[in-house]
């Protein structure tokens, strides 16, 4: 008979954190009792990393910073552009734009395991456009800056100095016209 558990049969299964004890007769009216023992689910590692740079461009040096958190972590394994290392810290290097996963495994002593995935964002060089032709024909329409970080301040002024756009999160969505249409 087991205590802590509706479960009757002799190997019990999917417990939950509790305590359980097991006691036993036999054929002779003899009695014998194991526990209690007390079932506490392991809590595991959780994955987390930065980096920094926080927006890299392309040949820039990203330090990679494993923050993850939990007792007895001994692997720390990261995926970076199609590559497997294992250290706890990484520095790398991308050499194209785009956007990139970036995958940290981490297990602990007890075999508990737990991974993250966070996608960077690999900047090119900032190139800004020195001509808009708004006319329909669907080029140069926008005015649009290759290698924009997130929130990047802008100020357009006129040949005359006068601001014609201003923003703190530019988003390569400006079509030339003014505050006054």
Same mark, same amino acid.
């Given at each position: $008979?087991?205590?802590?558990?509706?479960?009757?049969?002799? @190997? +019990?299964?999917?417990?939950? #954190?509790?305590?359980?004890?097991?006691?036993?007769?036999?054929?002779?009216?003899?009695?014998?009792?194991?526990?209690? $023992?007390?079932?506490? $689910?392991?809590?595991?590692?959780?994955?987390?990393?930065?980096?920094?740079?926080?927006?890299?461009?392309? @040949?820039?040096?990203?330090?990679?910073?494993?923050?993850? $958190?939990?007792?007895?972590? +001994?692997? #720390?394994?990261?995926?970076?552009?199609?590559?497997?290392?294992?250290?706890?810290?990484?520095?790398?290097?991308?050499?194209?734009?785009? #956007?990139?996963?970036?995958?940290?495994?981490?297990?602990?002593?007890?075999?508990?395991?737990?991974?993250?995935?966070?996608? +960077?964002? *690999?900047?090119?060089?900032? *190139?800004?456009?020195? *001509?808009?032709?708004?006319?329909?024909?669907?080029?140069?329409?926008?005015?649009?800056?290759?290698?924009?970080?997130?929130?990047?301040?802008?100020?357009?002024?006129?040949?005359?100095?006068?601001?014609?756009?201003?923003? #703190?999160?530019?988003?390569?969505?400006?079509?030339?016209?003014?505050?006054?249409?």
């Amino acid at each position: $008979t087991w205590t802590g558990t509706t479960q009757t049969t002799l @190997d +019990i299964t999917n417990l939950s #954190d509790g305590s359980y004890s097991l006691t036993v007769e036999d054929g002779n009216g003899c009695i014998a009792t194991f526990g209690p $023992t007390t079932l506490v $689910t392991p809590t595991g590692p959780t994955a987390a990393f930065v980096w920094n740079p926080a927006n890299p461009d392309v @040949d820039e040096v990203i330090s990679f910073t494993n923050s993850s $958190t939990g007792a007895n972590i +001994i692997l #720390d394994q990261w995926t970076i552009d199609g590559q497997t290392i294992s250290t706890t810290d990484i520095t790398y290097t991308f050499t194209q734009e785009g #956007d990139y996963p970036v995958t940290l495994y981490v297990a602990d002593q007890s075999g508990c395991v737990d991974s993250v995935t966070q996608i +960077i964002t *690999v900047y090119s060089v900032l *190139v800004i456009p020195n *001509v808009m032709t708004i006319n329909g024909d669907n080029v140069n329409e926008m005015f649009e800056i290759k290698g924009l970080k997130p929130n990047t301040s802008l100020i357009v002024v006129n040949r005359w100095g006068n601001i014609v756009l201003e923003t #703190d999160d530019y988003k390569n969505d400006w079509n030339g016209k003014d505050s006054s249409g």
